[in-house]
């Protein structure tokens, strides 16, 4: 998928509105991606079952906020007479989990279901309409929902120098001082009332990562790196001399290797794949 073009998920398997949907939305410059069964995310242990709402890291919940957060979509849409998902259980998931919980969630079902209105808005949909409407003023409905970055302000902003206190948390971060390299960024991420600030608070993050690593706390690193992508996508390949090509190769090769390892060997983790931020100094 284009890293350009905004994402539609939908939570939809009924084929008559999955056409429908498509249509729609490739008319209006949206490409889509559909999760209609939740057997696609394999087998679903039993202690990840419950329904409880937070980052899920395991099950078929925490694969599917994995996606979403990978794909990062500009609006999810909900099926709420899907049998397929488990739908109360997976909004009250997106919402709750600071990965998440700012992409919006459109939902709609049979009028006569007031029950399903309810419990979708009480476990944080942003919006439930009946299936009519929803068929009626689908382009509407896309248009006023979907957030959209606004991709050349940040790519403006890209084009600004690092912050001093950034340059200063970057060497600390290349030095392993993680803890060292958050305060310093933090610093930097909130003097920047701008974009570009994002960038700081993408490297701050990956800094927490590390540390938590470091600390033996597999679920602490594996939130921040579920976290840092929010900020990470909308980035170009290189912003402020950084490069974010890099970063994210990097992000991805700690993430893959916590994933295989699990909490058990996070004592074993290999320090090679956390490399040094790369710089262009010309930026700095």
Same mark, same amino acid.
């Given at each position: 998928?284009?890293?350009?073009?905004?994402?539609?998920?939908?939570?939809?398997?009924?084929?008559?509105?999955?056409?429908?949907?498509?249509?729609?939305?490739?008319?209006?410059?949206?490409?889509?991606?559909?999760?209609?069964?939740?057997?696609?995310?394999?087998?679903?242990?039993?202690?990840?079952?419950?329904?409880?709402?937070?980052?899920?890291?395991?099950?078929?919940?925490?694969?599917?906020?994995?996606?979403?957060?990978?794909?990062?979509?500009?609006?999810?849409?909900?099926?709420?007479?899907?049998?397929?998902?488990?739908?109360?259980?997976?909004?009250?998931?997106?919402?709750?989990?600071?990965?998440?919980?700012?992409?919006?969630?459109?939902?709609?079902?049979?009028?006569?279901?007031?029950? $399903?209105?309810?419990?979708?808005?009480?476990?944080?949909?942003?919006?439930?309409?009946?299936?009519?409407?929803?068929?009626?003023?689908?382009?509407?409905?896309?248009?006023?929902?979907?957030?959209?970055?606004?991709?050349?302000?940040?790519?403006?902003?890209?084009?600004?120098?690092?912050?001093? $206190?950034?340059?200063?948390?970057?060497?600390?971060?290349?030095?392993?001082?993680?803890?060292?390299?958050?305060?310093?960024?933090?610093?930097?991420?909130?003097?920047?009332?701008?974009?570009?600030?994002?960038?700081?608070?993408?490297?701050?993050?990956?800094?927490?990562?590390?540390?938590?690593?470091?600390?033996?706390?597999?679920?602490?690193?594996?939130?921040?790196?579920?976290?840092?992508?929010?900020?990470?996508?909308?980035?170009?390949?290189?912003?402020?001399?950084?490069?974010?090509?890099?970063?994210?190769?990097?992000?991805? $090769?700690?993430?893959?290797?916590?994933?295989?390892?699990?909490?058990?060997?996070?004592?074993?983790?290999?320090?090679?794949?956390?490399?040094?931020?790369?710089?262009?100094?010309?930026?700095?």
């Amino acid at each position: 998928m284009s890293n350009s073009t905004p994402l539609i998920v939908g939570f939809v398997a009924d084929l008559m509105f999955t056409v429908k949907i498509e249509n729609v939305a490739r008319r209006l410059g949206y490409e889509v991606a559909w999760i209609g069964d939740e057997q696609m995310f394999g087998a679903e242990g039993e202690a990840e079952a419950m329904s409880v709402p937070g980052e899920r890291l395991f099950g078929r919940a925490g694969k599917m906020v994995d996606q979403v957060v990978r794909w990062q979509p500009a609006l999810m849409i909900f099926d709420l007479a899907n049998p397929h998902i488990p739908w109360q259980q997976w909004i009250a998931n997106l919402k709750s989990s600071p990965a998440t919980r700012r992409l919006p969630i459109l939902c709609y079902g049979p009028h006569v279901d007031a029950e $399903a209105a309810r419990t979708a808005q009480a476990v944080g949909a942003d919006i439930v309409v009946a299936r009519s409407r929803f068929a009626a003023s689908l382009p509407a409905l896309l248009q006023k929902h979907a957030r959209i970055v606004d991709a050349d302000a940040v790519v403006a902003a890209c084009r600004e120098p690092l912050a001093a $206190a950034a340059q200063q948390g970057i060497a600390h971060f290349n030095d392993g001082a993680y803890f060292a390299a958050h305060e310093e960024l933090e610093h930097a991420w909130m003097a920047d009332d701008g974009p570009g600030r994002d960038l700081y608070r993408v490297l701050l993050q990956v800094a927490v990562c590390y540390l938590q690593i470091e600390r033996g706390n597999y679920r602490g690193a594996m939130k921040m790196l579920l976290r840092v992508r929010q900020w990470l996508n909308p980035l170009p390949d290189h912003c402020r001399g950084v490069d974010v090509i890099r970063l994210r190769q990097d992000i991805d $090769a700690v993430h893959a290797a916590l994933q295989l390892s699990g909490p058990e060997n996070i004592a074993a983790f290999d320090w090679s794949l956390a490399r040094p931020i790369r710089v262009d100094e010309e930026m700095t």
